[in-house]
Each structure stands twice: as structure tokens, then as C-alpha cells.
């Protein structure tokens, strides 16, 4: 059995293939930004840099990614080691250790997300619509992520004799024929990621693209967590990333039912 010392959203894996996964992933997701920015104006002109150049819209994207993407590593890390702090409490060099531990998802949502928001004020920027620039970028690299995690072999689902199923260790090192969870997560990402280009950019619903996906991969998230097999923290019968998942899932779409109305409600105010 390979040595397992990395987890991401809770799936257990080696070291280097997670390590190349998550380095992938990062790099996906920048280039999407990137390349999303380039579509976008809703930061407005670009500002004069050293030397006379302009710096335009996609160096301030490339930036929140990057700010983005280490504050989302920082904030998984701090989440995973808080829900096993008894296994950390006896072993605090390995905090610090990224290849001894693992990233918790909803920890990385937050931490991304306050990165961002500091990095907005900073460069005085609009914070829902660099999260919106953000939005397609993290999605692409969560479909990168979870595809190396299927090639790794890392991670499982529940033992199944669907047609669907394929032969995969659990922690113990027992194969079975499981749900490919990573595989309906990657796939499911990779739509988001679609969606999220196709989705319509009024500037009156800046934070829209950023809301869906967060609706979308919440949703996802919560459902496939019903065919995962691995180990992790469960509240009543469901696993906490479950109860996680629902209400940001809700909290989207009361924001996106906003973001519809507001437009409607501007027009009949008060001229």
C-alpha cells in the first residue's frame, strides 16, 4: 500500500501525485483568470506602473488569484488541522507540514475568500467583481484537481456493483469496486467551469457569476458527499461538509435571487 500523507476535501493520497494535482490545479485556474479578465472591464481602465507601462486589468486579476490561492491553502490548512486536532496536538512540527495533513475545503472557501476581500480594499478594487473574474478559475482547477486525484488512484467512494463503478483501495488498502467520487467531482467542476463562461455579465448583477458558482459546487459537493466512502467528521448522519455545503448553497441562492430582484427594484424607486 502507497504511504498516504496529503488529503484534499478529504480524499487521502501520495504525496507527489497530490502535490503535482494541486500544482496543476493552480496553475489552470490562473491561466482561466487570466484569460477571463481579458473578457472582462468591470474593474475599470488600467493604471499607470513603473516605467510608463499600464497595468491592466489582467495583472490585477493575476494578482487576486495568487493572493487568492495562498490565502485559500492557508485557510484549508488552518480548517483540517482544527477538525483533527487530536491527532496535531500531539504532533505540532507536523502542523506546519503540508505533506503530513490535509485541506478542508470550506477552511480554503474562507480563507480565498478574505484574501480576496483584503487584497480588494488594498488595490481599491470592486470585491464582487474580481470574485466573479475569480469564479471560472477556481472552478477549472478544482475539474484539474479532482482529475489528478482519479489518476492517482488517491481517494474513494462507496463499495457499489453499478456499472459506473471501478476497482479502487480504500485507506487500508482493500479494493473494491467503489463510486468514483472524484470523477463525479471533477466532471461536475468542469461543467461549472462552462457554465460560468456562458453565464450573462450585466454590470447591475456584478457577484452573480461569483454566487453561482458558489451555489453550484456547494450543491455538488453535498450531493457526491453521499457516495464518498472515507473517513471524516459526521454531525447526525451527515458528514459535516454536507451540512457545510447546504446552507452556503442556500445562502447562493438567496443572494442570487437578490442580485434578480435588484434591478427590478432600482427601476420603480423613487426618481
Do not use: N
Not at 510608463?52 to 495562498?70: F, H, K, N, Q
Not at 463499495?159 to 463525479?184: E, F
Not at 457577484?207 to 464518498?228: C, K, N, Q
Amino acid at each position: 500500500m502507497s504511504p498516504v500523507t496529503w488529503d484534499v476535501a478529504g480524499f487521502p493520497g501520495s504525496t507527489y501525485s497530490l502535490i503535482l494535482a494541486l500544482a496543476l490545479a493552480i496553475c489552470a485556474g490562473l491561466a482561466m483568470t487570466v484569460f477571463e479578465a481579458r473578457r472582462r472591464s468591470d474593474l475599470g481602465g488600467g493604471e499607470s506602473a513603473p516605467g510608463g507601462r499600464e497595468r491592466g486589468i489582467e495583472m490585477y486579476a493575476l494578482d487576486a488569484g495568487l493572493v487568492t490561492a495562498v490565502g485559500g491553502l492557508m485557510g484549508g490548512r488552518a480548517l483540517s488541522v482544527a477538525l483533527w486536532w487530536s491527532h496535531f496536538s500531539t504532533r505540532p512540527a507536523e502542523i506546519a507540514t503540508l505533506t503530513q495533513g490535509g485541506l478542508a475545503w470550506p477552511g480554503a472557501l474562507l480563507g480565498g475568500s478574505l484574501a480576496l476581500a483584503l487584497y480588494a480594499v488594498h488595490r481599491r478594487r470592486s470585491f464582487p467583481a474580481l470574485a466573479d473574474i475569480l469564479a471560472p478559475g477556481a472552478a477549472l482547477g478544482q475539474a484539474v484537481g479532482w482529475l489528478g486525484c482519479t489518476l492517482s488512484g488517491c481517494g474513494y467512494g462507496l463499495a457499489t456493483g453499478g456499472p459506473w463503478a471501478y476497482t479502487l483501495p480504500d485507506v487500508y488498502g482493500i479494493p473494491a469496486l467503489r463510486h468514483p467520487a472524484q470523477a463525479y467531482l471533477g466532471a461536475w467542476s468542469a461543467l461549472i467551469t462552462l457554465l460560468l463562461m456562458l453565464w450573462p455579465r450585466p454590470r447591475a448583477l456584478s457577484g452573480g457569476v461569483a454566487l453561482l458558482y458558489l451555489f453550484l459546487t456547494s450543491l455538488g459537493d453535498f450531493l457526491v458527499e453521499f457516495t464518498r466512502g472515507d473517513e471524516t467528521l459526521y454531525i447526525g448522519s451527515l458528514r459535516y461538509s454536507q451540512w457545510v455545503g447546504a446552507s452556503l448553497a442556500l445562502l447562493a441562492a438567496l443572494g442570487l435571487l437578490h442580485l434578480r430582484r435588484r434591478p427590478a427594484l432600482a427601476k420603480g424607486a423613487p426618481q
